[in-house]
């Protein structure tokens, strides 16, 4: 009998260790990255010129990046991210404390102290990297607790409130440090991606409504948030006002940005002005937004909405596939961290594209593996290795079944 479970183990151990990953995932991973680094070159070459006389200046800085980045991707990919997410609560406590030394240390810019400087080294963002250990941490803490109650009495008593107040506790603290630099935009992407996560661990009725209750209590926190800063306010106003008239209020001042945009979307029409046509790359697109925050603008200028809606079909196959892969893990945090991982990714490009067609304020944040930034590209890059793990898993476990 022992000598049948030892080769029940070992074949089990060959299945798992000779899967593939997703290859959905890997190939849009590698697609997408090439396809931002193409547009990062191509949105950036006014601005490369201008300011480092060298066309080539933020493509090579991308490539770095991306090279820097797929290094700790591939190491976590073939590490077992039950092994990784022993990692989790150290990891988040460093990121806590470097959300709170930014504050203090970093630099500020426009009114927002969110980089560390260190000379000339690249600038570091650690709320970037608040949204990947936060994932990992409560990915870990949700699988641990029971979401399953009879109703409501049963739910308060063997501990629903308990649990409610710790995860808010845990998501408020980490969220209360990014609004304070302040960046609106990724404490929007990391409140929703958390609330899907608890969302995601329970199994009843009960423990759905207890997850919307909480989410009607982020909304007008958010929207109070929103007008309590002036540059945030302006955006709402320019918002509205686009919205309820057609029309951008301010064009020469709070909403140029907005007006800029707009103009490059509508002379790029259906089919675009053609790769390398864009006009609004030109340094009428506020600083370097032509190629971060604003690069979506670029896109379906020179791409038109066809190009611009390739891109958005692309990352609903992100999303298909990535949930695919949690439904699919072999354990609760394995769905947990690749449900998180998915949805922080989608959200926070759909944040982008709204953005920037005029359906929700300006937030400022970048669309992953497509705008130029050091610290979201590195982020990204970890957590889609991380994802592409829980695939080998994901992907076994009915072979892991008929083992047994």
Same mark, same amino acid.
């Given at each position: 009998?022992?000598?049948?479970?030892?080769?029940?183990?070992?074949k089990?151990k060959?299945?798992?260790?000779?899967?593939?990953?997703?290859?959905?995932?890997?190939?849009?991973?590698?697609?997408?990255?090439?396809?931002?680094?193409?547009?990062i070159?191509?949105?950036s070459?006014?601005?490369a010129?201008?300011?480092?006389?060298?066309?080539?200046?933020?493509?090579?800085?991308?490539?770095?990046?991306?090279?820097?980045?797929?290094?700790?991707?591939?190491?976590?990919?073939?590490?077992?991210?039950?092994?990784?997410?022993?990692?989790?609560?150290?990891?988040?406590v460093?990121t806590?404390?470097?959300?709170?030394?930014?504050?203090?240390?970093?630099?500020?810019?426009?009114?927002?102290?969110r980089?560390?400087?260190?000379?000339?080294?690249?600038?570091?963002?650690?709320?970037?990297?608040?949204k990947?250990?936060?994932?990992?941490y409560?990915?870990?803490?949700?699988?641990?607790?029971?979401?399953?109650?009879?109703?409501?009495?049963?739910?308060?008593?063997?501990?629903?409130?308990?649990?409610?107040?710790?995860?808010?506790?845990?998501?408020?603290?980490?969220?209360?440090?990014?609004?304070?630099?302040?960046?609106l935009?990724?404490?929007?992407?990391?409140?929703i991606?958390?609330?899907?996560?608890?969302?995601?661990?329970?199994?009843?009725?009960?423990?759905?409504l207890?997850?919307?209750?909480?989410?009607?209590?982020l909304?007008p926190?958010?929207?109070?948030?929103?007008?309590?800063?002036?540059?945030?306010?302006?955006?709402?106003?320019?918002?509205?006002s686009l919205?309820?008239?057609?029309?951008?209020?301010?064009?020469? &001042? +709070?909403?140029?940005?907005?007006?800029? $945009?707009? *103009? #490059? %979307?509508?002379?790029?029409?259906?089919?675009?002005?053609?790769f390398?046509?864009?006009?609004?790359?030109?340094g009428?697109?506020?600083?370097?937004?032509?190629?971060?925050?604003?690069i979506?603008?670029?896109?379906?200028?020179?791409?038109?909405?066809?190009?611009g809606?390739?891109i958005?079909?692309a990352?609903?196959?992100?999303l298909?596939?990535?949930?695919k892969?949690?439904?699919?893990?072999?354990?609760?945090?394995?769905?947990?961290?690749?449900?998180?991982?998915?949805?922080?990714?989608?959200?926070?490009?759909?944040?982008?594209?709204?953005?920037n067609?005029?359906?929700i304020?300006?937030?400022?944040?970048?669309?992953?593996l497509?705008?130029?930034? &050091? +610290?979201?590209?590195?982020?990204s890059? $970890?957590? *889609? #290795? %991380?994802?592409?793990n829980?695939?080998?898993?994901s992907?076994?476990?009915?072979?892991?079944?008929?083992?047994?």
């Amino acid at each position: 009998m022992s000598n049948q479970n030892h080769a029940q183990k070992r074949k089990l151990k060959k299945v798992i260790s000779g899967h593939k990953p997703d290859s959905f995932l890997l190939i849009f991973c590698v697609l997408m990255a090439i396809f931002g680094a193409i547009m990062i070159f191509d949105a950036s070459v006014y601005q490369a010129n201008t300011v480092f006389n060298d066309q080539f200046y933020f493509l090579k800085s991308q490539i770095v990046w991306l090279l820097v980045g797929a290094v700790p991707a591939v190491i976590v990919y073939f590490w077992d991210y039950r092994k990784i997410l022993k990692l989790a609560f150290p990891a988040l406590v460093i990121t806590v404390l470097l959300l709170a030394a930014v504050l203090i240390l970093g630099e500020a810019t426009n009114g927002s102290k969110r980089w560390f400087s260190l000379g000339s080294l690249p600038k570091i963002q650690p709320a970037e990297f608040a949204k990947l250990t936060l994932i990992m941490y409560l990915a870990q803490w949700l699988a641990k607790r029971d979401y399953k109650y009879k109703d409501f009495k049963s739910a308060i008593r063997e501990g629903f409130i308990k649990n409610l107040l710790g995860f808010i506790a845990i998501l408020g603290v980490v969220a209360l440090l990014i609004l304070l630099e302040p960046d609106l935009g990724t404490t929007m992407v990391v409140c929703i991606t958390c609330f899907i996560m608890f969302l995601m661990a329970g199994e009843d009725r009960i423990h759905t409504l207890a997850s919307f209750s909480v989410l009607s209590l982020l909304i007008p926190v958010a929207g109070i948030a929103a007008i309590l800063e002036p540059y945030r306010l302006q955006r709402v106003t320019t918002f509205l006002s686009l919205l309820f008239t057609g029309k951008v209020a301010d064009p020469q &001042g +709070s909403g140029y940005q907005m007006q800029q $945009i707009l *103009i #490059g %979307i509508g002379s790029g029409g259906f089919f675009g002005t053609g790769f390398g046509q864009s006009r609004q790359r030109f340094g009428y697109l506020v600083e370097n937004t032509a190629f971060t925050d604003s690069i979506f603008a670029v896109i379906l200028e020179e791409l038109g909405f066809l190009g611009g809606t390739l891109i958005i079909i692309a990352w609903i196959g992100f999303l298909w596939r990535g949930l695919k892969v949690a439904l699919g893990a072999p354990d609760k945090q394995g769905k947990l961290l690749a449900a998180g991982i998915t949805v922080w990714l989608v959200i926070q490009t759909l944040l982008n594209i709204g953005a920037n067609v005029g359906i929700i304020p300006l937030t400022g944040m970048p669309i992953p593996l497509v705008s130029y930034g &050091g +610290s979201s590209t590195i982020v990204s890059l $970890i957590g *889609i #290795g %991380i994802l592409l793990n829980i695939s080998k898993y994901s992907n076994t476990q009915n072979e892991q079944k008929a083992v047994k």
